[in-house]
């Protein structure tokens, strides 16, 4: 079976003065159609080297990178931007939107890129904006919302396109706890309806609202499996001592 993302022998190195710095070192990730996946790993991890090439934002030292059975991991700029744009999602912490354009226009952007049609572009946009429960919010400027609205405008932003992947890049960073459980929770509802998920983030009690959790650590993956398992959540050199990470 063809993963829909599968990372194999990936190594990122950079140069340092007279230090090669092993972002990531020897990297191997698969992520299947339908999965949510959390990514975890403290500063200095390689999690967020290993979001940039997932996210068609970089490419590897060595090892390969395909994404849809497509391998990115020789791409130029142009190529890697096209696929990206047809492929990938992005939600970040930071929100993006644009201050000056609706809410339904910064849906849009994206598939302005793309080059679909003005009906085209708005139907989607539209329909991605009634997953989220913002239909009627289509009017509105980005400074009319809450926190949480933005974000949940920035999800349907990720979601207009139809993309194959949903990257979630520290989603819940700038939002209150309350917020971010419910941005979250929104998640797991796209996940359960079938959309494939891939969350970033430095925080254990994010990461167990994924399905799967890998662990990276000094660019290496140290733990792959169950979010719920014990192990995921467990720092090196704590489990002797019983500290599980909340």
Do not use: W
């Not at 990297?27 to 339908?34: A, H, L, M, R, W």
């Not at 706890?177 to 959309?195: H, I, P, W």
């Not at 733990?223 to 014990?230: I, T």
């Amino acid at each position: 079976m063809e993963h829909l993302i599968e990372l194999k022998d990936v190594y990122k190195i950079y140069q340092m003065g007279d230090t090669a710095v092993h972002a990531l070192d020897g990297v191997s990730i698969t992520v299947d159609e339908g999965e949510f996946v959390a990514i975890v790993g403290q500063s200095g991890s390689g999690k967020s080297t290993a979001m940039n090439i997932i996210g068609c934002l970089d490419v590897p030292t060595s090892g390969s990178y395909h994404l849809g059975g497509v391998d990115v991991s020789t791409m130029d700029d142009d190529q890697q931007a096209d696929i990206r744009n047809k492929m990938l999602g992005f939600i970040f912490q930071q929100y993006n939107l644009i201050p000056k354009l609706s809410v339904l226009e910064n849906v849009e952007l994206p598939l302005l890129y793309a080059g679909l049609t003005a009906a085209r572009r708005r139907e989607q946009a539209m329909a991605a904006l009634g997953r989220v429960g913002l239909a009627d919010k289509c009017k509105n400027l980005p400074s009319q919302l809450s926190g949480g609205q933005q974000q949940r405008v920035s999800i349907a932003r990720a979601l207009a396109g139809n993309p194959s992947v949903i990257l979630a890049d520290e989603p819940t960073g700038a939002l209150d706890s309350r917020t971010g459980r419910e941005v979250l929770a929104f998640l797991q509802k796209l996940n359960a309806e079938g959309d494939t998920v891939v969350l970033i983030t430095h925080d254990n009690s994010i990461a167990v609202k994924a399905k799967r959790i890998v662990r990276l650590q000094d660019g290496k993956v140290i733990y792959d499996g169950d979010a719920h398992d014990p192990q995921a959540v467990v720092q090196p050199g704590e489990e002797d001592e019983g500290v599980a990470l909340s």
